[in-house]
């Protein structure tokens, strides 16, 4: 036994002749030296380990089959790691697949600003250092009605610093019933704790009531604080403080409020035939100090966290040292001042804003694309699966609007030879990968969130998967 391991390994190529190899030596014109060597290494290790516990056959060792996978391997180590995919998930704001998509416009943008110097912190009318805030500051203040604003990293971010600047070592007021967690371990008592302000907890889960805020007031109070529960909702026996009664009593006390929003949308989503939304514009109408949210939610923007409010305390916010680490960079800062000039127009704003567009897609468009869709796909002989076209439920997603079920239409694989897991397997390892979701034990594409553009490779995707053989492993491609 031992002996024929010993005589397995000594049929192993060196690593040498396999750089040698035309087919690797072809490679080695397109990638570095450094990785072709990795991915040699890496498969003759993995072919020691099999022939280690005797699971290796002489065939496999053909220097053709070695080089084959190592070709194979170079590929995938050449990839990036972020790359794209495609969303078939139905889910717009999908945490997990980067949020929002921005719009054209702002991708125009990029290349020249971020490939050039810009006025980032430059003011061109004195001749000196000015603000990076400036460039959205007045977009802010022009759409909103804010008296002042700035803008960091992201919404957690934001609500850190503003508990940093205008709470530390004093308490702050909130609900018993908005102590929520947010996706990747954002939660309310953390971020309380970590900006060294005492939470003061009032009220219980379904109810608070304005007289529990009151009571709680006492000489070390910063703070009112209200958090949007955007993920969630409590329904039923409950009851919240409304924001101006909350506004009221802490002008009694000279207390401010502060109001972290979550998605933050600009729109009345309410006139788009959906759930309604708290609007940002609201929150300041009703004397918020402060109301905070992200850039990348319903916003349809970059990754960033929107500070808005009274001047003095937005000041105080832009002046603490934290700011240094919390702020955002060029490229975001010109993706949010492009996203936010489109909402000028709302009409402008709901069809170029492709996270906007999606949401409010109507049901008749919706049809079409599922009908464009199956056609690219054409008729499949397959023992794999059948297609189905059939209407169900979308999601805004990124914790907003967690009631609102959007109308959608979905293409259905319905599982024979395949099981639905497998071919959600099978796509996600498609290039680009498209990313599904399983449900009633069938495969849905959801047209929403599937970018027109996309059509051709997702169809393209599926009659693979029609083509793919479960015993042994390899689709067989289409002429
Ligand atoms: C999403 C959300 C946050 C966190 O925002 P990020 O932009 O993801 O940092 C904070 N609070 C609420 C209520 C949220 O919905």
Known sequence: MA???????RKIPSVDVLLAHPRIEESLVHQPRVLVIRAIHEILETLRATIQ????????LGTDTIVEDIIIRIEQLSMPSLRNVINATGVVVHTNLGRSLLAERVLEKF???AGGYSNLEYSLEQGRRGSRYTHVEYLLKELTGAEAGMVVNNNAAAVLIALETLAKGKEVVV???????IGGA????????????TMVEVGTTNKTHLKDYEEAIGPDTALLLKVHTSNFQIVGFTEEVPLPDLVNLGRKHDIPVMEDLGSGCLLDFSNYGMIREPTVQESLEQGVGVVTFSGDKLLGGP???IILGQKDLVTAVRENQLNR???IDKLTLLALEETLRMYRDPQRAIQDIPTLRMICASHEALSQNADRLNALIGDLDTENFSVEQIDG???VGGGALPLQKLKTRLLSLVPARLSAQKMEERLRYNTPPVICRVEKDRLMLDVRTIQESDFQTVAQAVRDLAQFNPETGRSIKEA
């Open 111 to 113: 290349t020249p600003l």
């Open 186 to 197: 954002f939660r309310i008592p953390d971020v309380m704790r970590k900006s060294g302000a």
């Open 53 to 60: 516990k005797n699971a290796v056959s002489e065939e496999t």
């Open 3 to 9: 002996d024929q391991r010993q005589a397995l390994f």
């Open 393 to 395: 439920d979308s999601k």
């Open 175 to 181: 609900s018993r019933g908005q102590l929520v967690e």
């Open 303 to 305: 990754q960033a966290g």
């Open 325 to 327: 680490a919390l702020r």
